[in-house]
C-alpha cells in the first residue's frame, strides 16, 4: 500500500492523473460534448476563425477543429492503449516464459530479442507499412512488431529478479509447478514495475502513431487524428499558423503528463532510486 | 570560472546565429532568376524520361513548337509535305551550334533520331515514333522525315517537350542515348553548369544563342520538397520564383492567401489540363455502368471548384475541355444530382440501409479511392468526394500512398477509383488517347472491364493515321462520346498553371504545355 500512498501525495503525479482521466473521460463523451459531426465538411467555411458555432475554428475542409479534437482523443488514446496492452501481454508471455525456463529456451529468445532490437524502431516500422500498406491495424501490428523485444527482455529480467528470491526458492522446494509460482508469486510482484514501463512509454507510442499518421502513413481520412490533423495544418502553416496550435498542444499535454505521471511511479516503486534522491 | 565559460558559449552561439542569417541576400543582383522547386531536375537526356521536363527544355530544342494557334518553324525554317501525307521535308535553321561547338545541321538530327528510334519500346506510348519508315539527310540542312502512314499529329508530336529534341552527338555513348550520356550540349538558350543532385542546379544564359537571348544570366534552381518550405523561402527573399502545376508546388489555400495579401503577383494560365477521377470497369462494384453513372452524379464538382479549389478553376462537364481540338462533341453534361444518384442505386439493385450505406447481397458498397500524397491538393479532394459519397451511401475508403506506389498500383489496376490528370495541351487529346491504348497506364486499366475495350483500341490506332479529316473528326465523337456514355471518368476541372513571383520580376508567361517554363523571357525591372 505504501506504493499508492506516495503516489497520492505527489502532488504533481496526481494533477496528471486527473487530467489523463478528464481526457479520456472527455474522448468518451465526444459524441455529446462536440458541436459537430468531425467528419461534415462544409467549404463555404473553410479555414474559418473562431466563432460561437466554431469554437476553435475549421480546417481546411471547413470541418470543426474542435470537434475533430475530441474526436481524435479517441483514436489516438485507443490506439495507443491497444498497442500497449498488446506488447504488455506478448512481452509477458514471452518473457516470463524465458525468466522461468531460462537455458536452451531463453537464449533462443533473447537471441531472437537481439536481432529485433539491433534495428532503431522507426526504420522496422516504416519498413512494415511499406509492406503492409498504411492503415490503422498495420501501425499498431508494426509497433508492436518494433516493441515485443525489448518488453521481453525487461520482463524476462524482472522475473529473474524475483525467481532468485527465497521464497520462490521455497516454493519450488515444496513442489509448486512454475505455472503456479509464476501466477502466485511472481506476477503480483511484477504487475508494478510493469505498469510503470507500460506509462512510461505510452507517450512515445502516441507520438509515434502521431507522427506516422503526420507523415500520411497512418491513420487514414476521415478519421479525425491529431498527427493527421497536425499535418494538414501544416500545409496552410505560412496563412493559417494558427492551425497548427490545437492538435499540437493536445499531444503536447497529453504526452507530457503520461511522462511525467510515469516518473512519478517510477519513483514511488523504486526503493533505491528513492534513497538516492530523498 | 564555470559561469564565465557559460556566458562565453552563449555569446559564441550568438554570434553563430549571427553568421547564419541570409548574408547573401543583399548580393542577388538582378542577374539571376532563383527558382524554387519540389524535385531535382535529374538526368534531363532529352531522349529519355526521367527528367524534369522544364529543364529540358531549357536546354534541348525541337525542329518545330506548338503555340497556342499553330505549329510554328524553330530550328526549322520551314517544312513541305507531300500530298500523300507521308513524307516531311525540313529546312533547317544554318545558324545554329550546340553549346559543344557541334554544328547542328541534317546529319545531327539524323543521329538523334536514330537515338531515338534505337529505343523504340520506351517511346511507343508515341504513335509518331512507330511509324518512322526512314529519315534521311538531303542534303546539309535538309532533312527528311518518311512515315509508314500519313499521321496527322506529326507536326505537333515533333514539337514535344521529349523525345524529339537535340541533343549534340558528341555526347552520345555507342552512338546513343538509350543508356545514359556524356554530357547535355543542346543548342537551347540555357547551359547547363552546375548540378548538384536534390540541392541545386544552375543554368547560364548561352550567348551563343541563335534565337533571341535570355534576360538574366543565371537561373538557379532550388530544390525543395515541402511546398511550405517554398513558401517560407519566398517570403525570406530567397527565392523569385514558384511555379507550377496541380498543386505540385503550392497549393491553392496560399496561393489564395498570397493573391489578397498582394505582396507577390500571382498568376494563372488558360485552363491547360482536365483533372478527373478513374473509374475501374474491371472491378466488382464499378464494373456495373449504372454505378458507375450515380457515382458521376454523387459528386459536387461546383463546390470542389469554388470551395476546395477556391474558385480558380472551373467546372469540367466532359473529360476533355470543348476547346481542345475534335472535342467539342456537345456531350450531355451531368450535373450534381444527388436524387438521381441514389435512385440509379437503388435500380442497381444497392438499397440504403439503416446505417446509411448501401448493401446488395449482404455486400457494402464500399469503394476505394488512392491519391498522391506528395500532391497538396490530392487529399484535400478526396476527402470532399468521400464526404459526396456518404451522403448517397457509398463509403469511400481513400488512402495516400507514395508516389511510386501510387504509379505502380496504376499499372496493376488494383482500384476502384483514381486520379487522373490529362497532360493537357499540345498533348490533348491524341497523346492523351493513345496512352489509353499501353496497360502501363491506370487508363487502360480502368478500360479493360468495357465491352468494347478492343474496338476502342483498333478505333484510336486508326484514327491517328486517318488522313480524311472529317472522317477522324467522326472517329474522334464515337470514341469520346462511347468513354462519355460508359462513365469511365468522372470529369471534375480544368486545371491552370499557377506562378507565384516578387513584383520585380517581369515576363512571366506561360507556355502551351503545363510542363514548361519560359525562363527566357522573364527579367528583372530596373529599379
Not at chain 2, 470543348?322 to 462533341?329: G, M
Amino acid at each position: 500500500m505504501g506504493t499508492l500512498n506516495k503516489l497520492i501525495q505527489n502532488r504533481f503525479a496526481m494533477i496528471c492523473i486527473i487530467f489523463l482521466v478528464t481526457v479520456v473521460l472527455t474522448g468518451f463523451f465526444a459524441p455529446w460534448l462536440a458541436p459537430h459531426n468531425p467528419v461534415d465538411v462544409n467549404v463555404k467555411e473553410k479555414l474559418a476563425g473562431i466563432s460561437t458555432t466554431y469554437p476553435m475554428g475549421t480546417d481546411q475542409l471547413g470541418r470543426c477543429i474542435l470537434s475533430r479534437l475530441l474526436y481524435g482523443i479517441r483514436t489516438t488514446v485507443l490506439i495507443a492503449f491497444i498497442t500497449m496492452a498488446a506488447t504488455i501481454i506478448i512481452g509477458t508471455l514471452i518473457g516470463g516464459i524465458a525468466g522461468l525456463f531460462r537455458g536452451k529456451i531463453d537464449e533462443i529468445i533473447m537471441r531472437i530479442c537481439d536481432i529485433f532490437m539491433s534495428f532503431p524502431s522507426e526504420v522496422m516500422i516504416l519498413a512494415i507499412i511499406g509492406m503492409m500498406g498504411p492503415g490503422i491495424t498495420n501501425i499498431i501490428i508494426a509497433s508492436i512488431i518494433a516493441k515485443w523485444a525489448w518488453y521481453t527482455r525487461m520482463i524476462r529480467s524482472i522475473v529473474i529478479k524475483y525467481t532468485d528470491k527465497n521464497y520462490i526458492q521455497f516454493a519450488r522446494v515444496s513442489g509448486f509447478s512454475r505455472w503456479h509460482i509464476f501466477r502466485k508469486h511472481i506476477m503480483p510482484n511484477a504487475t508494478g514495475e510493469i505498469a510503470v514501463l507500460a506509462t512510461l512509454d505510452i507517450g512515445s507510442v502516441i507520438l509515434m502513431i502521431s507522427a506516422l499518421s503526420f507523415l500520411g502513413l497512418g491513420v487514414q481520412a476521415p478519421t479525425p487524428e491529431w498527427g493527421m490533423m497536425l499535418s494538414e495544418a501544416k500545409n496552410v502553416m505560412i496563412i493559417h499558423p494558427g492551425l497548427m496550435l490545437p492538435p499540437g498542444i493536445a499531444i503536447l499535454f497529453v504526452v507530457a503528463a503520461f511522462n511525467f505521471l510515469g516518473d512519478s511511479l517510477q519513483d514511488a516503486y523504486n526503493v533505491k532510486h528513492r534513497k538516492r534522491w530523498r | 570560472m564555470r559561469k564565465f565559460s557559460i556566458v562565453l558559449l552563449a555569446i559564441l552561439f550568438c554570434l553563430l546565429l549571427v553568421s547564419c542569417s541570409n548574408q547573401d541576400n543583399a548580393e542577388i543582383a538582378k542577374e539571376e532568376i532563383v527558382y524554387a522547386s519540389s524535385k531535382d531536375i535529374r538526368d534531363i537526356n532529352p531522349h529519355l524520361y526521367s527528367g524534369e521536363m522544364a529543364a529540358q527544355n531549357m536546354v534541348f530544342e525541337s525542329l518545330v513548337i506548338n503555340t497556342e494557334d499553330e505549329v510554328e518553324p524553330w530550328l526549322a525554317e520551314s517544312w513541305e509535305i507531300s500530298d500523300d501525307g507521308m513524307e516531311y521535308i525540313f529546312h533547317l535553321r544554318e545558324d545554329v551550334t550546340f553549346t559543344d561547338g557541334e554544328k547542328f545541321n541534317a546529319e545531327a538530327v539524323k543521329q538523334n533520331m536514330d537515338a531515338i528510334l534505337d529505343n523504340e519500346e520506351r517511346h511507343a506510348w508515341l504513335d509518331l515514333v512507330n511509324l518512322i519508315e526512314e529519315n534521311i539527310v538531303v542534303d546539309e540542312y535538309t532533312y527528311k522525315l518518311v512515315l509508314k502512314h500519313p499521321y496527322y499529329p506529326t507536326l505537333t508530336e515533333l514539337g514535344l517537350t521529349r523525345p524529339f529534341r537535340f541533343l549534340s552527338p558528341n555526347d552520345f555513348v555507342d552512338a546513343t542515348t538509350r543508356d545514359g550520356v556524356d554530357g547535355y550540349s543542346g543548342t537551347g538558350p540555357w547551359i547547363l553548369t552546375e548540378h548538384n543532385e536534390n540541392q541545386e542546379a544552375v543554368f547560364t544564359a548561352n550567348v551563343e544563342y541563335w534565337g533571341e537571348q535570355p534576360e538574366v544570366d543565371n537561373v538557379r534552381w532550388k530544390v525543395m520538397p515541402d511546398h511550405q518550405t517554398i513558401l517560407l523561402a519566398l517570403e525570406k527573399g530567397e527565392i523569385d520564383l514558384i511555379f507550377g502545376s496541380d498543386g505540385d508546388m503550392i497549393d491553392l489555400d496560399s496561393f489564395s492567401a498570397l493573391e489578397e495579401q498582394g505582396k507577390y503577383i500571382t498568376e494563372m494560365s488558360e485552363p491547360i489540363a482536365s483533372r478527373a477521377i478513374l473509374l475501374n470497369s474491371n472491378r466488382p462494384i464499378t464494373k456495373n455502368v449504372d454505378v458507375r453513372e450515380a457515382l458521376q452524379y454523387a459528386i459536387d464538382k461546383q463546390s470542389i471548384a469554388d470551395g476546395v479549389l477556391n474558385g480558380t478553376e472551373s467546372v469540367a462537364p466532359t473529360l476533355l475541355s470543348s476547346t481542345a481540338p475534335y472535342s467539342d462533341l456537345g456531350l450531355e453534361a451531368r450535373e450534381y444530382n444527388p436524387d438521381k444518384a441514389s435512385e440509379l442505386l437503388d435500380e442497381a439493385g444497392w438499397k440504403l440501409d439503416d446505417s446509411g450505406y448501401r448493401y446488395k447481397d449482404e455486400e457494402k458498397l464500399e469503394l476505394s479511392l488512392y491519391y498522391n500524397s506528395d500532391n497538396a491538393q490530392e487529399k484535400t479532394i478526396s476527402e470532399y468526394i468521400q464526404h459526396d459519397l456518404r451522403e448517397i451511401g457509398v463509403d469511400l475508403h481513400i488512402t495516400g500512398e507514395q508516389k511510386q506506389a501510387f504509379l505502380d498500383r496504376q499499372k496493376s489496376g488494383e482500384f476502384d477509383l483514381q486520379y487522373s490528370l490529362s497532360w493537357g495541351t499540345p498533348y490533348d487529346p491524341q497523346s492523351y488517347l493513345s496512352s489509353w491504348r499501353i496497360p502501363a497506364h491506370g487508363d487502360y486499366q480502368a478500360q479493360i472491364g468495357l465491352d468494347r475495350k478492343v474496338w476502342l483500341d483498333e478505333t484510336i490506332t486508326d484514327l491517328m493515321i486517318e488522313n480524311d479529316e472529317a472522317e477522324r473528326e467522326a472517329m474522334y465523337d464515337e470514341v469520346l462520346s462511347y468513354i462519355h456514355d460508359e462513365s469511365v471518368y468522372i470529369p471534375l476541372v480544368y486545371s491552370r498553371t499557377k506562378a507565384v513571383h516578387r513584383p520585380e520580376l517581369q515576363g512571366v508567361t506561360f507556355n502551351v504545355s503545363q510542363y514548361e517554363i519560359p525562363f527566357e523571357k522573364m527579367y528583372f525591372e530596373a529599379e
